[in-house]
Structures are given as C-alpha cells and as structure tokens.
C-alpha cells in the first residue's frame, strides 16, 4: 500500500498581479512532510513571490495558501506569528547584521521569540554552529567570513527555533561551483538529520538534482510540471527538457518585441 503523506504547504489557485501584470497565474502544488522540493525556473519566472506568499509576506489576488493545514491567506498577524516561529528562511543575501557576531546573529531568533535564559540561549547557539560546520566562529563578525560561511550562518540562524520547514532562496547565489556543492550536502544533511521541510527556490540545475526529492517546473508564473527527481530528468516537456540541459534552442525564448513595440521604440 502507498505510504500515506501528509501535506504541509498546499497552494491552490494562487494568481498574483504587480501593477497589472499577471506574475503568478494560477499556482497549484502540494508540498509533503519531510520532503525536499525544488521549484526551478528562470530569472524573474515568479519562484520568489511563491516563497514571500508561503511566509505571508504577500497576500494572494485570489486562491489559497495552506500552511500546516491552515489557510493564511486570510490569517491575521497573531496567527502569522504563530506560524513564523515554525519555519526558518534562508534568504538570497544571508541577510545578517554586520555589527553583531556570529553568535549575536544566530541569537537574535531565540531572544525574539523565547524567554530562555542567556546561558541556555548560548549553548542552543553552539548547538546549531556545531550543525552547519562553524565551530569556534561565534565571536566572528560577518565581514571576516567567505560567502559560503555567511551562508552557513544564515542556515544556523534559520534553524535556530528548531523549525519544522526551512526555505532557502537561490541558496548557492554568488558562490562558486565547490562551495555550492557543500552547500548543497550541508541542505541534504540538514534534512535528513533533523527530519525537516525543504523547500529549495533555485535555477541551478547542478543543486536541483543534488537536493530534490521532487521538482516543480514553473515558467512564466504557471507550473509545467511537477514529478519526483526521475521523472523531472526523463521530462517529454520541451520547456523542462531545454531548461534542464542549458539549451539555447527550444521553446523558451528571448523576449522578442512584437510590431506595435517596435514603432513605439522607433519614434
Ligand atoms: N513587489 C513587486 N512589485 C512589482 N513587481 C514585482 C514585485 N515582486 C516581484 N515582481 C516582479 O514579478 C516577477 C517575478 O519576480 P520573482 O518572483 O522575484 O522572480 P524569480 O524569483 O523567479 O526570479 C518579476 O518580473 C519581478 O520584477
Ligand atoms: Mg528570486
């Protein structure tokens, strides 16, 4: 008999404008327990704005956003609350402090959101440097770290709470092709070792297949596809086929200016 799988982030529907423009166009996918799932796609595609409506940063144009069986597309901020103490982020810049050390960083989370005692809190900070490979860097400030150990410490500040969900966004920007791929074991480690969540917004296809149980292919704020690691490889869709391989040549094309567009520029 299949395993049953128990559905943590469901996204029905989910249609997003910006100043009239339609970015996400009807966003359907269901994301399991425990999983690792990759939504791929080019720059600009809408991967991004997916992730800031799972977080509730953005509230839909219309459909739904279920969080742990909750719809928080209409959840007030206490809710909300509630929720972010639940998941960790792993955002595109490390987006650290560079006035605060290491351990100060990695901290804050647990001041904000616990009243544990200082002494607690920095043993739960030695804790999660131990997990993400830092040991003895707590009283460094960021600027005296590589890119790949800001990343590090993102990734322990994100797992701070004990979250039951870590997105990352575009994990390995900026970092060359070694430090990704210890990134991209440091992801898989932490899944497997915590029994978390991942969801992975990325369009490097060395690190999709790296990290994914499964994928979901968006372009142009619809999803092509969705399927486990194989599939996604043995994909029949030419879009999914042409992305995954880096061509040039199929249906995913430049942005070509119709007629109209080019009067407009011509005048
Ligand atoms: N707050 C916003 N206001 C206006 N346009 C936005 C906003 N956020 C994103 N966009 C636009 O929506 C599209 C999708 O953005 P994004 O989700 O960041 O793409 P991706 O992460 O896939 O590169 C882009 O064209 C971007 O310029
Ligand atoms: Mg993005």
Same mark, same amino acid.
């Given at each position: ?11 029905? %529907? ?7 423009? =339609? ?17 791929? #796609? #080019?720059?600009?595609? #809408?991967?991004?704005?997916?992730? =800031? ?32 103490? =639940? ?10 402090? !560079? ?48 890119? #790949? ?39 898989? !480690? ?19 297949? =790296? ?22 490889? %043995? ?24 007629? %109209? ?7």
């Amino acid at each position: 008999m299949a395993e049953e799988k128990e559905v943590v982030i469901k996204i029905e %529907n989910l249609v997003k404008e910006f100043g009239g423009r =339609r970015v996400l166009d009807g966003i359907n996918l269901e994301i399991y327990k425990g999983e690792s799932f990759v939504i791929m #796609g #080019g720059s600009g595609c #809408g991967k991004s704005t997916i992730l =800031r409506h799972i977080i509730g940063g953005l509230r839909p144009d219309s459909g739904k956003v279920y969080l742990f069986g909750e719809d928080i597309s209409t959840a007030g901020d206490d809710k909300m609350d509630g929720f972010k103490k =639940r998941f960790g982020m792993l955002f595109q810049s490390s987006a650290l402090f !560079d006035s605060l050390t290491v351990e100060e960083n990695i901290s804050l989370p647990l001041r904000e959101h616990t009243k544990l005692d200082e002494h607690i809190i920095k043993i739960m900070v030695k804790m999660k440097l131990e997990l993400v490979g830092l040991h003895g860097f707590g009283h460094l400030y960021p600027s005296q770290l590589s890119g #790949g150990m800001k990343k590090r410490v993102g990734l322990a500040r994100a797992i701070a709470l004990d979250p039951e969900i870590i997105f990352y966004d575009e994990p390995s920007a900026g970092l060359d092709p070694v430090v990704t791929a210890v990134i991209d074991k440091l992801i898989v !480690d932490l899944s497997e070792k915590l029994s978390i969540t991942s969801v992975i917004v990325t369009h490097d296809m060395n690190s999709v297949f =790296r990290i994914a149980d499964r994928i979901a292919m968006l372009h142009k704020g619809k999803v092509l596809e969705i399927g486990t690691k194989e599939e996604i490889q %043995n994909s029949k869709n030419e879009y999914v086929k042409q992305f995954i391989t880096g061509s040039p040549d199929g249906p995913i094309g430049f942005f070509k200016p119709d007629e %109209n567009y080019l009067q407009e520029l011509t005048k």
